[in-house]
């Protein structure tokens, strides 16, 4: 295969044409590269490019702000970001770490374990990444692998994904309580808009590298994937680790409410309160915004 033919040859667009429904198919094909608002959505339309950009470049600004602040104090912070495959993680924490430092502001994004790793305990490899004082770190996806992808493609036995839920919260307890703040954001997606980002990345030979096999057979579970997440959010959401849920049809109204999400929630010093304020309720909320009840 050449980078300029379609991977699994053309296994997405094979899906879209023959599973997906005639009325869903025309509204991704109309839709092109922009993106889609799903029926559940609470706007008719994607946010104006000028005011997300000034909102953007704003919140720059803030967490310029927070980092001082988080290498002057000392503070340990965990960023944890899941959601759906296409569902916007990665570029949120492109705009979430453009302007900060490396060196004190790392993304993990830890691919499949290996021998050594799957012998150990199942969070080891995760604390082996967590913060030392004054620095941040942001996972892209997370040991919440074994109560997302793990369980849904059999990776893990059911006995396993139990005793992670059962340990989770626990773990993320302890890290809390020696002094590390723990952020959980969830991006959600609708199911025709995640297609349509799917099958960009399919004709974009320059995306093709976000594309795996794992992702394809994704496409065909969405209901195991919606059960898990359910599942997930009732066991991990919790008093001291609550999950943030964020709608994210509209990447830009996600990546600013995400941002928000955790700015706000830091007591960092000379924080513009308007700027660093509470995430649009209707787009960025606990999981009963998607309709959960953790």
């Not at 040859?9 to 899906?15: A, F, P, Q």
């Not at 702000?65 to 916007?88: H, N, P, T, Y």
């Not at 830009?252 to 700027?275: C, T």
Request: charged share 30%; hydrophobic share 35%.
């Amino acid at each position: 295969m050449t980078v300029f033919e379609k991977p699994f040859d053309g296994e997405i667009t094979r899906i879209f044409e023959e599973d997906f429904p005639e009325e869903m198919r025309e509204r991704v094909k109309k839709a092109g590269k922009k993106d889609m608002l799903g029926e559940n959505y609470p706007y008719d339309t994607r946010w104006k490019k000028a005011e997300y950009e000034e909102a953007l470049a704003a919140l720059q600004i803030e967490l310029a702000k927070m980092q001082r602040w988080m290498v002057e104090s000392g503070e340990r912070i965990v960023c944890v970001f899941e959601g759906r495959d296409a569902a916007g993680k990665g570029g949120t924490i492109k705009r979430l770490t453009e302007n900060l430092n490396p060196r004190n502001a790392r993304v993990v994004a830890l691919g499949k374990p290996s021998d050594r790793e799957r012998g150990q305990w199942y969070f080891q490899r995760y604390i082996a990444h967590l913060p030392t004082r004054g620095e941040m770190t942001i996972f892209d996806r997370s040991w919440y692998n074994r109560a997302g992808v793990e369980a849904v493609m059999g990776f893990c036995k059911r006995s396993e994904t139990l005793n992670f839920l059962n340990q989770a919260p626990e773990f993320e307890t302890t890290i809390i309580e020696d002094g590390t703040r723990l952020f959980k954001l969830w991006l959600t997606v609708s199911r025709p808009e995640q297609m349509r980002r799917f099958l960009q990345r399919e004709s974009d030979p320059l995306k093709h590298w976000k594309l795996s096999p794992i992702d394809v057979a994704s496409l065909g579970k969405w209901d195991e994937y919606t059960a898990a997440r359910n599942e997930m959010f009732e066991r991990t959401h919790t008093n001291q680790a609550p999950w943030t849920v964020v709608r994210s049809d509209d990447k830009r109204r996600a990546r600013v409410a995400a941002i928000r999400a955790i700015l706000h929630a830091l007591p960092y010093d000379d924080k513009d309160e308007a700027v660093a304020c509470d995430p649009d309720p209707l787009v960025a909320g606990a999981p009963s915004l998607i309709g959960v009840t953790a």
